[in-house]
């Protein structure tokens, strides 16, 4: 089976980037010229995604926005001759079928997940966490889809953490079958330091079998009082396997200033239009 769905759970407040994210979605707040979520429904296409869902809550209408026609500037933009303006509106519009559906009450991630039940019915799919946008040259769930459709079990993107940070992160626990590949045994989210099984840490890409739906339904509050997707999974290989993936790429937490400025400079350095200039503007101030 191919992963043609993914789901995006948006819902968050963004707390880490108050007071942005005050009265702009977290998701919408702009790396160089255009808003993280476009970067992962980029990474998602490219993986041959058709359909995502994004799971928003209250005050996210800019990202609809964002994802929709806007006569009126592409009109202007026409009259104007700004023909490579236009195109780009044109593509972001046209990058893939996008639904949404609004998480009614913020209660975690297993939770948010959950609502995609009907959206995705009965058809392994594609869990990205718009927070952690990864760059690398053949695209994260790129690679994690082609590990599915060799495994053709749950398959989620990991990577190494320092042991001080573990209890940032949803950890798993496995047997090495390959150099980057572990067969999961086990998973707990954000376990205190010094109690993780290891050191491998879940990084917002998952590709999960449908049968997480019915167990999701059932998970009690976990880490932070949240329902967390982390226990769900843990249950889903009582019955299943699941393989953790070290995928290859730089990962970016966008979600905190620090990240958020390192994506920004390293987006910005990679730019043919901006790259070398802003290179040049950065060995001025840095000594
Ligand atoms: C979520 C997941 C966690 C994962 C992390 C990656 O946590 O629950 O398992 O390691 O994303 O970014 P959050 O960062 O939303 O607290």
Do not use: W
């Not at 964002?66 to 780009?88: G, M, R, S, T």
């Not at 989620?156 to 150099?179: H, L, R």
């Not at 739906?213 to 299943?240: R, S, Y």
């Amino acid at each position: 089976m191919k992963i043609k769905k993914a789901v995006i759970p948006a819902a968050g407040f963004g707390t880490r980037l108050l007071p942005a994210t005050k009265s702009i979605p977290k998701e919408m707040v702009p790396i160089v010229d255009r808003p993280a979520i476009q970067y992962v429904i980029e990474e998602a296409v490219d993986a041959g995604i058709e359909d995502i869902l994004i799971i928003t809550s209250g005050y996210k209408k800019a990202i609809e926005d964002h994802f929709d026609n806007f006569p009126e500037l592409e009109n202007l933009l026409e009259k104007n001759n700004k023909i490579e303006d236009l195109q780009e509106l044109r593509n972001i519009t046209n990058l893939a079928n996008i639904h949404y559906i609004r998480q009614k009450e913020t209660k975690g991630l297993g939770h948010a997940v959950g609502c995609a039940k009907t959206f995705v019915g009965n058809e392994p799919f594609a869990v990205i966490l718009p927070d952690d946008i990864i760059y690398s040259p053949v695209s994260c769930l790129k690679q994690m889809t082609d590990m599915f459709d060799k495994y053709q079990s749950s398959i989620i993107g990991v990577q190494t953490v320092n042991e001080n940070e573990v209890n940032k992160y949803g950890i798993v626990s496995g047997t090495k079958i390959d150099e980057k590949l572990y067969k999961v045994d086990g998973l707990i989210e954000k376990p205190p330091v010094g109690k993780a099984p290891s050191n491998i840490a879940i990084v917002g890409r998952y590709i999960i079998m449908p049968e997480i739906f019915d167990i999701l339904e059932n998970v009690k509050p976990g880490a932070l009082g949240e329902i967390q997707l982390t226990d769900g999974l843990l249950e889903l290989i009582k019955n299943q396997e699941m393989y953790a993936y070290i995928f290859d790429g730089k990962r970016y937490d966008t979600g905190n200033k620090l990240g958020y400025l390192e994506a920004i400079v390293d987006f910005a350095i990679r730019r043919e239009d901006l790259g070398y200039k802003f290179r040049d503007y950065l060995k001025t101030i840095i000594d």
